[in-house]
């Protein structure tokens, strides 16, 4: 909650009196079973689809199930297997990079392209719409169209060799760190126009007023961007950043699409999604071990967002 | 007067800003519509061109329509189309109103259980649910939802998501209006209604889109809780184009581009709603 | 298989209410499933990616066979091609599984373990007349006595070369390699031929390649995995040379795209493998190459795919479902289906002499025919089905980082045995 909640209140106005007073009779006037009404399909939706699951993957990280049968109780061979596991070591040094590097770039390069495309100009729509297709392109397509680009003898090499940048390929699709860096890049390619479309909603709430009066003051594009934009986005972007961080851990279709489901040589290109993927598939899936990556997933990712909750707190 | 010559700068572009922007916006567009373009035209490639070469041609040398025909005929396009429809519409509708719900309650109201909640839901959005899907469908048919649309639509009919998206726009309303609502007696459901609602049209249009393109793409879920053909929905049915021992590529490319453009309507469409949040609401005055 | 004790799952699938509709329901096990009742009655079947293509073909084989047996009704179902061992897996769970479905051998073990699907060898006694051994066995499984499918069409690989990029690049299409020997000098005239631009060989190993060498993969109990002898690593350090003198893209590390047969309809390579009907499947995409390519037998033993109709155990019309089975595996319906697509073979020992399989009329995609028939001969099974998608990801990654250079193949061979056999289920 207060992750993202407490900066709200820059916003409210400083007159502290009227408003403890407006807020206790709002108390009175809202009956006690109104905010429970308009939750309660929510948390039914939240128990019976999202919790019972969930509950279903704990039950299971202590037991060797498989999706038909099996399931006795293990205790905790599952969580003392991953100690021997080394490509858990690869997988989890991987989805943090990933984390790191796509946390900034994510979170920046969406809003500056909403405000690109926020003004109205003719034929805005279009533009808005064809920057959103990467977000529902297909998986198939996408592989075809980024390994024609990033193969030994694809588009980019092809084009850095004739210009006398490389005199050899560059590896990006069998080198663990470039391939790492050719699925950031097919990420944050996907995910400009997922997180811009969230960005412009919020633009709205920017008020015009502020900007035209730090125009008026002389502030630059920057300094208008720093001391106006970003502060009115700024709930949303924590939401925004929140968002990132959970998918960029859980990464899975981009590594999945570049490697062709092969993780890299070795494996060592594999997310720990991917591992839960691997191991829980098909009918001979190990759902024990991969319910409890996916808890050790859930432990690792609830780390950073604490350090997001605080770093907020402070500011 | 320079500030009213500065406030029309900021509501119109110079012509030098204007090639920039634009500049910028064929930069993105290049980057963007590749696979678009690539998927386009393959579908109107004829049968005699090669599809995949180490330069792949992005204009079809024998352009047909003959591609968009076949999948016709192969397919029922319309009764899938109306199967995918209706779940997207289900959970389209369950969304907006349920996330705005809840949205609204976590975001503006103070009740006992509301953090509690609110942890939930993010607890279950970081835990990954990639080892829960039988265990889903196995809810759904208890519920004796198997083989029907409703089936389909159901665990995405509320998302927990698209809740938080919806707490985060109806915290950035300002409180000063929320306060002024309560001065003039406003109930919980007036203030959602005039004072929220028209605030958080932008996220409202943004999670519309999510939940409908969510729906629209699904082929995994549907494929497990559907079993009669004629209940298929779109993603799944294209799969007929897919078949055994031989598949046309140009086809599934025109299977794909059909399946394209609803998405491209609704977005379209709704596109133009992501400003007029505060700027045309309440906070005008 | 499933056995009484207490299980965890059970009890938590017990919780949805599934227990008794299929999974867990054990006490059967030993009973004997009457077959040789009257056939009437519905009786559901589930073909896998049939539809549209071949939905006259069914259609005629279904009507053939209700007026077989009036009085019976068969309710086809076909599933599409993917997500289908999810679809098959969450029909099996729920206990939904239709009475005659189509399971390649691989899905059918874990079913045939847990007990839900018929053993048809107790309730056919021509089983062993009317189909090939190779087919028969590969519904046999260690750990459960029976056969748990009728064989239904086979296939195989084929070596698929461009000629055109052959004969470009100082070899000759009238002699593509027939040994994984010449594979690799031919390899090495091509690559020097077109200064490193063009490449021959686009594929690293796979298990399956140890077992055509004759190395033994799983221990003849089926306890555990023993790929990692000296001969193995042999063979991969003969790739890993080859790979390091640039005989190979570098994208064989990763099956980059869809691997060697993406890469051949591209022309970027001039060798695939592929089954009976490649050469159709590539005129869909590149018609110009189709009429290039030039077909040769496998190298070695060449492996030997089958895809089979098995009976749920549960069924509630057995008769119907084991007549329905046979009916549409039968010499006829098979023997006609491999007619509308060339490439795929009859499992029943009755089409072994049909001259339709045996001549060419000259054209590459019944050269490939001819050849592949040939080779059925001779194909085994390569991978043993205990070896499921995860295993052989595992599989692939080491052999992918031996033959990259950064451990020794026996260090990579060492690594995948031990991985699988923690791995082993062993029944």
């Given at each position: 909650?207060?992750?993202?909640?407490?900066?709200?209140?820059?916003?409210?106005?400083?007159?502290?009196?009227?408003?403890?007073?407006?807020?206790?009779?709002?108390?009175?006037?809202?009956?006690?079973?109104?905010?429970?009404?308009?939750?309660?399909?929510?948390?039914?939706?939240?128990?019976?689809?999202?919790?019972?699951?969930?509950?279903?993957?704990?039950?299971?990280?202590?037991?060797?199930?498989?999706?038909?049968?099996?399931g006795s109780f293990v205790g905790t061979a599952n969580f003392e297997r991953m100690l021997d596991d080394d490509q858990l070591v690869y997988a989890l040094i991987n989805s943090i990079v990933y984390m790191l590097v796509c946390l900034p770039l994510l979170t920046v390069l969406p809003l500056l392209l909403a405000l690109l495309v926020e003004k109205r100009l003719p034929g805005i729509t279009f533009f808005r719409t064809a920057f959103y297709t990467p977000v529902i392109a297909s998986a198939v397509v996408v592989a075809l169209i980024w390994n024609w680009l990033l193969d030994d003898r694809g588009a980019i090499n092809a084009i850095a060799q004739s210009l006398g940048f490389l005199s050899g390929p560059l590896p990006f699709l069998t080198d663990r760190w470039l391939l790492l860096f050719s699925a950031i890049s097919l990420t944050i390619w996907k995910g400009l126009g997922y997180y811009m479309i969230i960005y412009l909603s919020a633009l709205g709430n920017v008020s015009r007023e502020l900007h035209e009066a730090a125009a008026v003051d002389g502030a630059g594009v920057v300094r208008r961007f720093l001391s106006v934009t970003v502060p009115g986005v700024r709930n949303t972007m924590l939401l925004i950043m929140v968002l990132i961080m959970v998918s960029a851990l859980r990464v899975f279709s981009e590594l999945f699409i570049l490697t062709n489901g092969t993780g890299g040589p070795g494996g060592r290109v594999m997310s720990v999604v991917m591992l839960i993927q691997m191991y829980s598939r098909g009918f001979t899936g190990n759902l024990g071990y991969a319910s409890a990556l996916s808890i050790l997933l859930f432990v690792i990712t609830v780390g950073p967002m604490v350090v997001l909750a605080r770093m907020n707190r402070r500011s | 007067m320079p500030a009213t010559t500065r406030a029309y700068a900021f509501n119109s572009v110079s012509p030098r800003e204007k090639v920039l922007r634009y500049a910028l916006l064929l930069v993105v567009l290049?980057?963007?519509?590749?696979?678009?373009?690539?998927?386009?035209?393959?579908?109107?490639?004829?049968?005699?061109?090669?599809?995949?070469?180490?330069?792949p041609s992005f204009l079809p040398a024998e352009p047909t329509l003959d591609n968009y025909v076949r999948v016709s005929e192969t397919v029922p396009i319309w009764t899938f189309a109306g199967n995918s429809l209706f779940v997207a519409a289900f959970v389209v509708i369950g969304n907006a109103v349920g996330a705005t719900l809840a949205g609204f309650a976590l975001a503006r109201l103070r009740f006992r259980g509301g953090k509690f909640i609110f942890a939930l839901i993010i607890a279950t959005l970081i835990l990954p649910g990639e080892v829960t899907i039988i265990a889903q469908y196995i809810t759904i048919r208890?519920?004796?939802?198997?083989?029907?649309?409703?089936?389909?639509?159901?665990?995405?009919?509320?998302?927990?998501?698209?809740?938080?998206?919806?707490?985060?726009?109806?915290?950035?309303?300002?409180?000063?209006?929320?306060?002024?609502?309560?001065?003039?007696?406003?109930?919980?459901?007036?203030?959602?209604?005039?004072?929220?609602?028209?605030?958080?049209?932008?996220?409202?249009?943004v999670i519309t889109i999510f939940a409908f393109i969510g729906a629209w793409d699904d082929f995994l879920w549907p494929l497990i809780v559907l079993t009669d053909p004629s209940n298929y929905t779109l993603t799944v049915g294209l799969q007929y184009l897919n078949g055994a021992f031989s598949a046309n590529p140009r086809v599934i490319a025109a299977g794909t581009m059909i399946a394209f453009i609803p998405i491209v309507i609704v977005f379209a469409v709704l596109q133009r709603f992501f400003f007029r949040g505060v700027e045309e609401g309440a906070i005008k005055g | 298989m499933v056995r009484s004790k207490a299980s965890i799952t059970v009890v938590f699938?017990?919780?949805?209410?599934?227990?008794?509709?299929?999974?867990?329901?054990?006490?059967?096990?030993?009973?004997?499933?009457?077959?040789?009742?009257?056939v009437d009655g519905t009786v559901t079947l589930q073909t896998w990616?049939?539809?549209?293509?071949?939905?006259?073909?069914?259609?005629?084989?279904?009507?053939?066979?209700?007026?077989?047996?009036?009085?019976?009704?068969?309710?086809?179902?076909?599933?599409?091609?993917?997500?289908?061992?999810?679809?098959?897996?969450?029909?099996?769970?729920?206990g939904d599984l239709p009475d005659v479905v189509n399971l390649p051998p691989d899905f059918a073990l874990p079913l045939a373990r847990q007990g839900i699907l018929l053993d048809v060898e107790s309730a056919d006694e021509a089983l062993h007349d009317e189909y090939v051994a190779g087919g028969i066995s590969a519904y046999e499984f260690a750990g459960v006595d029976g056969v748990f499918g009728y064989p239904w069409y086979l296939n195989t690989d084929v070596n698929y070369w461009n000629g055109e990029l052959l004969d470009e690049h100082g070899l000759d299409s009238d002699h593509p390699p027939a040994t994984v020997e010449e594979l690799m000098d031919q390899a090495r005239i091509m690559s020097e031929e077109s200064g490193g631009d063009m490449y021959l060989i686009s594929r690293k190993p796979e298990l399956g390649d140890l077992v055509k060498a004759g190395?033994?993969?799983?221990?003849?109990?089926?306890?555990?995995?023993?790929?990692?002898?000296?001969?193995?690593?042999?063979?991969?350090?003969?790739?890993?040379?080859a790979f390091d003198e640039g005989l190979m893209p570098r994208d064989v590390l990763t099956d980059a795209?869809?691997?060697?047969?993406?890469?051949?309809?591209?022309?970027?390579?001039?060798?695939?493998?592929?089954?009976g009907n490649f050469i159709n499947?590539?005129?869909?995409?590149?018609?110009?190459?189709?009429?290039?390519?030039?077909?040769?037998?496998?190298?070695?033993?060449?492996?030997?795919?089958?895809?089979?109709?098995?009976?749920?155990?549960d069924t509630s019309n057995p008769a119907a479902a084991v007549a329905l089975a046979r009916w549409i595996t039968n010499a006829d319906n098979q023997a006609e289906f491999a007619r509308i697509v060339p490439g795929i073979f009859p499992s029943t020992t009755a089409s072994a002499d049909d001259p339709f399989f045996t001549e060419s009329d000259g054209t590459g995609d019944d050269d490939a025919k001819v050849i592949a028939f040939d080779s059925l001969a001779q194909a085994e099974l390569l991978q043993p089905v205990e070896v499921d998608e995860a295993m052989s990801t595992i599989v692939n990654q080491q052999i992918s980082l031996a033959i990259s250079g950064d451990v020794t193949s026996q260090e990579a061979l060492d690594t995948a045995v031990s991985r699988l056999n923690a791995m082993l289920d062993t029944p």
């Open positions: 909650m207060v992750l993202l909640a407490n900066r709200d209140r820059r916003r409210a106005p400083h007159g502290g009196g009227t408003r403890t007073g407006t807020a206790s009779r709002s108390i009175r006037q809202q009956r006690w079973f109104a905010p429970l009404l308009l939750v309660a399909p929510a948390v039914v939706w939240l128990v019976v689809f999202n919790i019972w699951p969930s509950i279903n993957t704990v039950v299971l990280a202590f037991t060797n199930a498989k999706p038909l049968g099996g | 290049a980057i963007t519509v590749g696979p678009f373009l690539w998927q386009l035209s393959t579908s109107l490639k004829g049968a005699g061109e090669d599809i995949y070469t180490s330069t208890e519920m004796g939802l198997a083989d029907t649309l409703v089936g389909v639509a159901l665990p995405g009919t509320i998302g927990m998501l698209n809740i938080l998206l919806m707490w985060a726009a109806f915290r950035a309303i300002p409180q000063e209006l929320d306060d002024a609502a309560k001065v003039d007696g406003a109930n919980v459901w007036q203030r959602l209604i005039h004072v929220g609602l028209p605030n958080v049209r932008g996220m409202l249009s | 699938l017990a919780a949805f209410g599934l227990v008794g509709c299929g999974l867990g329901s054990d006490d059967g096990e030993d009973r004997p499933v009457e077959v040789s009742g009257e990616a049939l539809k549209p293509n071949f939905t006259d073909y069914v259609e005629e084989v279904i009507a053939g066979f209700e007026a077989e047996h009036p009085g019976v009704t068969v309710q086809w179902l076909d599933q599409p091609g993917e997500g289908y061992s999810e679809k098959v897996l969450s029909q099996a769970a729920s190395i033994p993969v799983l221990s003849d109990d089926g306890s555990e995995f023993v790929f990692n002898t000296a001969e193995a690593a042999a063979l991969l350090d003969e790739y890993r040379e795209y869809l691997g060697n047969s993406q890469l051949f309809i591209e022309e970027k390579v001039a060798w695939s493998t592929g089954g499947g590539v005129r869909e995409s590149n018609p110009s190459l189709a009429e290039k390519i030039v077909p040769s037998m496998a190298f070695g033993t060449p492996p030997l795919y089958v895809q089979g109709l098995s009976v749920a155990r």
